[in-house]
């Protein structure tokens, strides 16, 4: 068993991030789901659509949400799932952060949401010709 993935994004965002980052790694180590939330989503929807598959995910370790941007209806919407038990959720969604989680499926929900946090942060740097 292992902890499922679940990515709630705006339009285009989620596929296009897993999908590049499967292709980087040559295949997808966890249990993946995308949900979008386009404009006109009724949040109450997909708040169900989320919940069903979480049941899908969870196997027992647990599910790792991974948002875009926090505030937005998708993380809020990745907010009010985290009250459910063994539900994780991240905000700030890169490739970098995605990379990481996918790149150590056999941790624990906790420690992959480290991993997913850090991952993230040591993805963002300033370049410049000052450095």
């Known amino acids: 068993?292992?902890?499922?993935?679940?990515?709630?994004?705006?339009?285009?965002?989620?596929?296009?991030?897993?999908g590049t980052a499967t292709f980087m790694l040559?295949?997808?180590?966890?249990q993946a789901k995308l949900l979008t939330?386009?404009?006109?989503c009724d949040p109450?929807?997909?708040?169900?659509?989320?919940?069903?598959q979480i049941e899908l995910l969870d196997e027992g370790e647990g599910v790792l949400i991974l948002t875009d941007l926090y505030g937005s209806t998708p993380s809020?919407?990745?907010?009010r799932l985290c009250k459910k038990n063994?539900?994780?959720?991240v905000t700030g969604l890169n490739l970098s952060m995605l990379?990481?989680?996918?790149n150590y499926p056999d941790l624990s929900l906790k420690e992959l949401a480290?991993?997913?946090y850090t991952g993230g942060l040591d993805g963002i740097k300033t370049i410049s010709n000052e450095d």
């Open 99 to 102: 990379i990481r989680v996918l």
């Open 44 to 52: 109450d929807e997909l708040i169900a659509e989320a919940n069903e």
């Open 86 to 89: 063994n539900v994780y959720t």
């Open 1 to 18: 068993m292992s902890v499922g993935l679940l990515i709630i994004s705006h339009n285009g965002i989620g596929p296009s991030m897993l």
């Open 76 to 79: 809020n919407i990745a907010g």
């Open 114 to 116: 480290e991993k997913a």
């Open 37 to 40: 939330a386009s404009r006109d």
């Open 26 to 30: 040559g295949n997808c180590p966890l």
